[in-house]
């Protein structure tokens, strides 16, 4: 065994026979060197020579040893953590804490950590988006990824990730973590399945490979980073370093930090995971120094406006400087001099100018630009507080094309997107970047530019105190999205004789005894159970008519709002009711270019009067002239949607997002083994 140096620390010599096809562990063991200190680290390599008869072969494994845990002074904790895991490991870690029962509200001067599953468990028992803004302290550790994505509004990876990597603008968190202390943790993740039947869910293959197992796990629930919200990633990874297993978020005078690493699972097999855990206790615990800011005052043109309506920022316009807010926002197009931006700086305000256009058009307050063709964007950006949270794939471009940076008049950033200058007590910061600027109807390649630059903009202006309108989805969850994949109730209420593919049998109709099955109540505690969408076996020995029932509960904001029942396929014909009214049928003359419409997915509009809070209820009549008949297709096609308009609607991505199969814009349709 060796340091990195060469240094050879213990070394020793076996003899033997081994049989063909044998394996045999063989024992070693060295006493720790004098540097293993309390928090310290040596990376060190087994080298092991092997000689069987005339043939010699060398391996060399190289592994990290860590020294015991440096004890940092624990912050006092109030735990909410019905599930009982979080508790368990503080337990084993020695630190101590307060649980906090249903009775209890917590208190701000202590660090309130809401244990894994808190959330989906149940409702919380306090007003969480009160308790941040007053100037709470709060880490929030992971929840069933399903449960995060139907009630918080975020994208996640469908896999487990193995190895994540520090963001490295964030000075404060980074210090002694690489890439070796977050990736290919001892043990298995437990908050996904490690081996799902993908066969008992669906007959459709899984849509992003097969999953053996979550040995060596990192995070099992990765969020793609916000692109209009004030999360600030510290760590990332995955596809694009576009995913994060760590944010915080200002809100109000508080703080709240979200933590989805396999802590929990890991803590006791790996000793970074050990370390982590304690390190992102202390993170999560340190003082807010600066509250965010209720709105920024913005001044200038309706294009720099939509630019902010489009990134999610909380603003109001105005024609002067307000003193009591102290973000002034504003485009070339403003009517305030460069006198008047600057006197507000120098009393200490941040006044950000958006991107100007460059061409004939003057630069404003001392800045000249320069046009760079076939511009590919910025370079990872060095540590500071502007750039805190951004990282390489932020300010990139998906393709060259040529752009108008800054050159000079300000400290550059990011190969000119980014500038600011110190202007008395205050600064005055440059966004030389537009994200709404990309033409997506003619170049549509671009759309994840756009994403990387809106997460950036919006990155910047949280640095400066900005708050989104985004921020509160995590307080004040807004399901717009139900899944129906799963069991379902089903009645078969016409068999026939099985029809081949090529002769199939007409729909005779709506019976009245289906008809009655269709409506709002309807005892089928008798009925069959089945998973959907897939196909029936009993569909492979006849043909004919099956009832399919479902009851899902909605919240109650979604009554007075229209919704839409997406089916990814039935065959063939169909009449569907939502609480016992019809709100859509397929049959041979509906498409008279496709009089036998099986697997066409159905989108049926839902009006606001029928959907009420709590049960509702959904019954599918279907008629299979053929064989092999069922609601199929994918699982994520199959759902509920609530038609909020956009104006009242919480988006924390941009709001273009293709599911199409073939062209879609999920990355990990790309995913198989």
């Excluded at 449960?147 to 968190?173: E, M, S």
């Excluded at 999953?211 to 793609?224: D, F, L």
């Excluded at 099955?517 to 008798?526: I, M, N, P, Q, W």
């Amino acid at each position: 065994m060796e340091d990195t140096s060469g240094k050879v620390l213990v070394q020793g010599e076996e003899t033997g026979r081994i049989g063909t096809g044998e394996t045999r562990l063989l024992p070693v063991s060295v006493t720790a060197p004098d540097g293993l200190t309390p928090g310290a680290t040596l990376d060190l390599a087994l080298l092991l020579d092997a000689k069987i008869g005339e043939r010699s072969h060398t391996d060399r494994f190289a592994f990290r040893a860590y020294g015991p845990a440096a004890e940092a002074a624990a912050p006092e904790i109030m735990l909410y953590n019905p599930a009982g895991l979080t508790a368990t490991m503080l337990e084993k870690l020695g630190i101590t804490y307060t649980r906090l029962d249903r009775k209890q509200a917590p208190a701000r001067d202590t660090l309130l950590v809401l244990g894994r599953d808190s959330l989906s468990a149940d409702a919380l028992p306090f007003n969480l988006s009160d308790f941040v803004t007053n100037g709470g302290r709060a880490l929030l550790l992971a929840q069933s990824p399903a449960w995060a994505q139907r009630n918080l509004g975020v994208r996640i990876a469908p896999v487990p990730a193995r190895r994540v990597w520090p963001v490295p603008t964030v000075n404060d968190f980074k210090v002694g973590l690489d890439a070796i202390d977050l990736s290919d943790w001892n043990g298995a993740g437990t908050l996904i399945e490690a081996r799902p039947d993908h066969a008992a869910q669906s007959s459709s293959p899984p849509l992003h490979g097969w999953r053996w197992g979550n040995t060596g796990s990192v995070s099992s629930s990765m969020i793609e980073k916000p692109h209009r919200s004030g999360w600030t990633p510290l760590l990332e990874g995955e596809w694009d370093l576009a995913y994060s297993p760590l944010m915080e978020l200002g809100y109000g005078k508080g703080r709240l930090t979200w933590c989805t690493l396999d802590l929990e699972d890991q803590f006791s097999a790996d000793p970074a995971a050990e370390r982590l855990a304690r390190r992102i206790l202390a993170q999560a615990a340190r003082p807010v120094t600066t509250p965010r800011i209720a709105e920024a005052v913005y001044s200038g043109s309706e294009k720099g406006a939509e630019i902010l309506r489009f990134s999610g920022v909380h603003f109001r316009t105005a024609d002067a400087p307000d003193p009591r807010t102290p973000l002034l926002i504003f485009d070339v197009a403003t009517k305030l001099a460069d006198a008047q931006l600057e006197a507000f700086a120098r009393q200490g305000g941040t006044v950000v100018m958006l991107a100007q256009p460059g061409g004939d058009t003057p630069a404003r307050l001392g800045t000249t630009l320069k046009l760079e063709k076939r511009f590919l964007g910025g370079v990872a950006p060095e540590a500071n507080p502007l750039t805190r949270g951004l990282s390489a794939s932020d300010l990139r471009w998906r393709t060259p094309q040529d752009a108008s940076v800054l050159d000079g008049g300000a400290s550059l950033v990011a190969d000119g997107l980014l500038g600011a200058r110190s202007v008395g007590a205050g600064r005055i910061v440059f966004i030389q970047f537009d994200p709404t600027a990309f033409d997506l109807e003619k170049r549509p390649y671009y759309k994840h530019t756009q994403w990387r630059l809106t997460r950036a903009f919006t990155q910047v202006l949280a640095n400066l105190g900005a708050s989104f309108a985004a921020d509160r989805m995590v307080f004040d969850p807004q399901v717009l999205r139900v899944e129906l994949a799963g069991p379902w109730s089903v009645k078969f209420t016409h068999e026939l004789p099985l029809a081949p593919w090529e002769k199939p049998l007409p729909d005779p109709g709506l019976t009245a005894s289906t008809q009655a099955l269709l409506a709002d109540r309807v005892d089928a505690s008798g009925w069959g159970k089945f998973a959907l969408p897939a196909n029936h076996p009993r569909f492979s020995e006849i043909s004919g008519e099956a009832v399919w029932r479902r009851e899902v509960v909605l919240p109650a904001s979604w009554v007075g709002e229209s919704a839409m029942l997406h089916i990814p396929g039935i065959k063939s014909f169909d009449t569907v009711t939502f609480n016992g009214v019809v709100i859509g049928s397929t049959s041979k003359d509906t498409d008279p270019k496709n009089p036998n419409p099986w697997n066409v997915p159905r989108a049926y509009r839902i009006p606001p009067d029928l959907i009420r809070a709590g049960a509702n209820m959904i019954a599918i009549r279907q008629f299979v002239p053929d064989k092999d008949g069922g609601i199929n297709g994918r699982p994520d096609r199959f759902y509920l949607q609530a038609l909020v308009p956009e104006n009242r609607r919480l988006q924390a991505y941009v709001d273009n997002w293709n599911e199409d199969a073939k062209y879609g814009d999920d990355p990990y349709r790309y995913y198989r083994w």
